[in-house]
């Protein structure tokens, strides 16, 4: 039983689990208002966004790349979208929404692509160079202003609840649909990670690139279909934040900018891009622990100032943590 | 004649004296009375000291490999706790000598927080193997949050007039602050260049592996080039305070990217090993050129946005082109030369 346990408590997520619940009970004690249904709904319409998001620099991160664009590209391709949809007054299915965002963003991080895998660039500054490209690019060649009125249907989309909960005020919280998209991806990246080839592969191509190689792996081509899965998450994402927030504008404050929260997300959920180890399911635990604690600082008295503290703290004892119980380096004692 | 010399014995230096005159010359074509006119280059004393002293903080870790995206968030920190301090002579109408200790203790403060925020940098590097950009993105936050928790996100002022005063004021025709850029500049490029330490850090950067085998002490000197970084960062923020009288946790967000951009610009490799000072300081001039042109030119910060980020995207790209050409090039030379 004893090894049972143990055995258990060796899986990250089930640590990340135990710490979220242990949060959620000592926040609870202190405001039983955050241990309620309608705080769940609210959490999930709060998390919506950066949980998808969080998706997208997961998988790039498992395979042993980095993209500081990824929450750009998702604001750029949403925006460009509705301001073409919207200029030309045109009002199609929701799906060709999410179609020609996709297909933007898809188009951007094949670039990124071609910067990390094809010239060999370092991840990080190439990334951040498109990132700095497009935020300045909506601005100065599409729009500078917010979009009230979308396509209806999308509009109709960010109104649409599953269902309703009170708070013990009497205040009203609703469940909001894009908890379906949620549970839809991460259920479609739980599996192609963990049960198909492919999965492997990108796990294969993240800790170790050359052995990759020679074990037959096409590096570039997994790389490759790494960027475009990010593109069409981003793409996904870039909507779905404004179906949620009801209006469109270039470079969202809550995202762009904010991109640590996701990423901080991932590395709690240990898609460390050094280890290449990443789960959807711990992603998820990540992206819900970060966005508990940024949405309830407030109900139990704490001021929202405190979130990027935490953010921060929150990363760097998941980077620490998960790289603590590592094997040391035998060239590290050498060395000394 | 000398140039074509130049061009093949340092392509590297020949290559940004081009741009760097491409781009003074452009922009006194677009704006001749403005851009050479005495107060836009005394306005630009002013600004290149901030972007240059991060520069200079992002080159010390980038030459090893690393991006370190701390430098603007350490710099904050120490201007906040530099200001909390100074304020405090100015509230005690303190003046003269008696202001100068408030000044040299705030300062003395300042190197601290720079120190130990650059051993929390250096020490998880190097001790747990994390990579820095992800280190670095962590603990910005962090330095970043508490900066916010300690002034609920206010700016703070208050500095005494004494310092305020080398802010504002230049010796010689040049401002003050420009020397002290200048001072630090040739103190970090005599670390680079003729100390061992930079010695080592340039070794690092080319190989890890190798540079232990050759007996460095690599955490050790990775250590040292964290918390010279961090340093550098506080020097920054003292020098903002004295320039701006103010301090604010989000201030100079868009310097991470202006220093990264003069960085490569002045042909530092990304990938570690190479770094030549003269061209950081024609990287830096060309930055602020740019900088200081669309200013003038009346285009705002998002044009400057994007062509930050398109500059940057093309240089790295024009980087990894040309030195794979070079390498081909040398492989082709020796083969000739063995089948001759």
Known sequence: MKKWIKKVLEYNEVKLALIFLAIVVLFSLINPDVFTVANLYALVRASATNAIYALAIMIVMCSGAFDASFAVIGSF???????????????????????????????????????????????????????????????????????YTLPSQIGALGKTYLATAVYGSGIESQLHVSVIFIAV??????????????????????????????????????????????????????????????????????????????????????GNSSKARGSALGTLLGVLLMSFISNNLILIGI?????????????????????????????????? | ?????????????????????????????????????????????????????????????????????????????????????????????????????????????????????????????????VPTMLVTMATSSIFRGIAVVATEGNALTGAPEELTYFGNHGFLGIAYAMWFFLIIFVVVAYLMNRTKFGMELRFIGSNEKASEYAGINVNKTLLKAYVYSGVIAALTGFEIIARTDAAKYDYGGSYVNQALLACVLGATNPDGGYVRM????????????????????????????????????????????????RRKKAIRDVAKKHNS
């Not at chain 1, 979130?307 to 004892?317: K, R």
């Not at chain 2, 200013?295 to 500059?311: D, E, I, S, T």
């Open chain 2, 1 to 129: 004649m000398n140039k074509r010399r130049l061009s093949n014995s340092d392509p590297d230096l020949f290559r940004l004296i081009v741009v760097t005159i491409l781009i003074f010359v452009a922009m006194t074509a677009l704006k001749p009375d403005k851009f050479l006119s005495k107060a836009n280059f005394s306005s630009m004393c002013y600004q290149i000291p901030e972007i240059g002293l991060y520069t200079l903080a992002m080159m010390l870790i980038l030459v090893t490999g690393q991006t370190d995206i701390s430098s603007v968030a350490i710099g904050n920190l120490c201007t906040i706790t530099g200001i909390t301090i100074m304020s405090q002579a100015t509230k005690n109408n303190v003046t003269g000598a008696a202001a100068w200790l408030y000044i040299l203790g705030a300062l003395i403060v300042m190197l601290l927080i720079g120190v130990v925020c650059g051993l929390v940098n250096g020490f998880t590097v190097t001790y747990f193997k």
């Open chain 1, 185 to 270: 991806m991460y259920l479609v990246m739980h599996i192609l990670m963990t049960y198909t080839n492919f999965g492997r592969q990108v796990y294969a191509v993240g800790a170790d690139e050359e052995a990759a190689e020679r074990a037959g792996i096409n590096v570039k081509r997994i790389r490759l279909i790494v960027f475009l899965i990010a593109g069409v998450i981003c793409g996904v994402a870039g909507i779905l934040r404004d179906a949620v927030g009801r209006f469109s504008l270039p470079n969202p404050a809550e995202v762009v900018g904010k991109e640590n929260i996701s990423i901080a997300a991932v590395i709690l959920g240990t």
């Open chain 1, 77 to 147: 391709g949403a925006y460009v979208t509705m301001y073409i949809l919207t200029q030309n007054g045109l009002d199609p299915h929701p799906a060709i929404v999410f179609l020609i965002s996709i297909l933007i963003c898809m188009a951007l991080e094949f670039l990124n692509w071609f910067m990390v895998s094809i010239l060999h660039l370092q991840a990080y500054i190439a990334t951040t160079g498109t990132a700095s490209l497009l935020k300045g690019a909506v601005l100065v060649f599409v729009s500078t202003s917010y979009i």
């Open chain 1, 303 to 336: 001021p929202s100032f405190y979130v990027e503290l935490a953010t921060g703290v929150l990363m760097y004892i998941g980077l620490v943590g998960q790289m603590s119980n590592r094997p040391r380096r035998h060239s590290a004692k050498e060395g000394k």
């Open chain 2, 278 to 325: 003269a061209c950081i300081a024609l990287g830096l001039a060309s930055v602020q050129f740019l900088s200081s042109g669309f200013n003038l030119l009346r285009l705002g910060g998002n044009v400057k946005q994007f062509a930050w980020g398109a500059l940057l995207v093309f240089v790295v790209c024009f980087d990894v082109l040309n030195r794979e050409l």
